[in-house]
């Protein structure tokens, strides 16, 4: 298996830190911009947006940390697909947008996050594994 060879490993480090970082960054984001997250969570009709927008930072912040530094990797990537499972139709449907720059927008991030929960699903299917430089505590 690739992840065997120094270099395969390192891909992989490479790879798990910089998803892991990006989604604690998009988490962090959701505390420095929570009043227009939540008024845009509030307008696509999502109860209680505050609280919503607050617990999906923290989703993408523990998830994010857990792949990076291979802490209970499972459970984290678990956290991750669920968010994007979740968030990614309800969010962004641009099904239902008129306007056509809106939409092509919605779509980019729709699509945006499919590829993220496509990634938590790899994550999901390889963390039953040691993962080379990680802490591998949970596996």
């Keep these: 298996m690739a992840l065997e060879t120094a270099a395969g490993g390192l891909a992989f480090l490479v790879g798990r830190v910089v998803f892991g970082v990006l989604l604690g960054f998009m988490g962090l984001s959701h505390f420095t911009g929570l009043d227009g997250m939540s008024g845009y969570a509030e307008a696509k009709g999502v109860p209680a947006p505050q609280f919503a927008v607050i617990l999906s930072g923290f989703m993408l912040i523990a998830g994010g940390l857990a792949i990076a530094l291979g802490v209970y990797p499972l459970v984290g ?40 929960f496509s990634a938590a699903l790899v994550f999901i299917a390889i963390s039953g594994t040691a993962w080379p430089y990680a802490l591998n505590i949970g596996i």
């Design 77 to 116: 990537a678990a956290v991750i697909a669920l968010f994007f499972l979740g968030v990614t139709p309800v969010m962004h449907d641009f099904w239902t947008v008129e306007d056509p720059e809106q939409r092509q927008a919605e779509m980019t991030d729709f699509l945006k996050n499919a590829t993220f």
